[in-house]
């Protein structure tokens, strides 16, 4: 008998039919009612896999008595109460290491976008105003200086990239880490020195909101807020209000804290490019993402020890 297992979000379709031919899915995001679903299956279910910003709400947790494996498609844990799992001895799993490029070059691509305004000029040709206007010119990305926030594995990986950029870079995190970045714990501070703000942090209590006005208002009129970590890390009715009233100069966001909702106020600005979480999404790297996902899977059904565990 295939192990039952639950899939909260779509993955590519070779990798749902892996799943398929290997457990019986039951699939979340199809129910026409999902509390009706997990209500129906929940002593079958012996495993989940979901993505990282979804990951797993309390109530289905709470709803499935025989859960033993939660695999994560992504690197984000916040989604998961590990607490709760550690409590009831459910293992999870992420997929690390093999994401971090991808996320890496979508900051740097955001960054570009926003300051050298790529999306309006693509706009501006595409709409024939070529021949009949000018664009005003945008402002340069080279040698600005780079703040990073949180230098976990992607945020080394933006500073990497940025130094072929030619930018001074510094970074705020718990505590200064052995490289050659100058060290600003100050998240605030960070931000007054900085050309371009980079969210890379863990999300979690410690950090939500802690991307807030204050912080916010001293990067700056000139100032462009990039967000590939999480929406909950940025104050988002402060970051709208900055845009709004033109305290701040830009944002580039592949994330927002009520996903898959983007603020309606953003809609219409070009200084802000706005994607709907998709750092990491690249036939390569989801690729890479799912054979962890189906591999601490396969591991955990044969008894095996995990490749990739957090919990
Ligand atoms: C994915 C993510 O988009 O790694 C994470 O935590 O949020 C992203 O890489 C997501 O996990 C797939 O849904």
């Known amino acids: 008998m295939k192990p039952e297992i639950l899939l909260i979000e779509p993955m590519m379709p070779e990798v749902e039919a892996q799943l398929d031919a290997a457990y019986r899915v039951h699939r979340l995001f199809q129910a026409k009612d999902p509390a009706a679903l997990v209500a129906e299956i929940a002593p079958a279910v012996r495993g989940i896999a979901t993505g990282g ?3 797993v709400a309390n109530n289905v947790f709470d709803a499935l008595p025989n859960l033993e494996i939660i695999a994560i498609n ?3 844990t916040d989604a998961v109460d590990l607490e ?4 009831r001895g459910v293992r999870v799993t992420t997929t690390p290491g093999v994401l971090i490029d991808d996320v890496a070059d979508l900051a740097l691509g955001l960054m570009l976008a926003v300051s050298r305004r790529i999306c309006v000029a693509d706009r501006f040709a595409r709409e024939g105003r070529w021949p ?4 005003p010119l945008s402002a340069k990305v ?3 200086r780079l703040g990073v926030f949180g230098l976990g594995h992607v945020g080394r990986a933006i500073a990497r990239r940025a130094e072929g950029f030619g930018m001074p870079i510094a970074y705020s995190e718990r505590h200064p880490v052995e490289v050659a970045y100058r060290f600003v714990p100050q998240l605030d501070e960070l931000a007054r020195d900085s050309d371009f703000l980079v969210v890379a942090a863990n999300a979690g209590p410690e950090t939500h909101g802690i991307v807030n006005r204050q912080v916010l208002d001293a990067l700056g009129p000139q100032g462009v807020l990039i967000n590939v970590a999480r929406g909950s890390i940025v104050d988002e009715e402060a970051l709208v209000a900055a845009l709004v009233e033109g305290r701040l100069g830009g944002a580039g966001l592949d994330v927002f804290a009520h996903e898959p909702n983007v603020p309606e106020a953003l809609w219409k600005m070009d200084n802000v490019v706005l994607l709907p979480h998709q750092a990491s999404a690249t036939v390569e790297t ?3 993402m799912a054979d962890l996902v189906l591999a601490n899977l396969a591991a955990h059904f044969s ?6 565990p957090v919990v």
């Open 53 to 55: 910003a979804h990951g």
């Open 74 to 76: 992504g690197i984000g």
């Open 84 to 87: 709760r799992a550690r409590a």
């Open 132 to 135: 009949h206007a000018h664009l």
């Open 142 to 144: 080279s040698g600005k």
């Open 286 to 288: 989801r690729r890479a």
């Open 303 to 308: 008894g095996k020890e995990l490749p990739t």
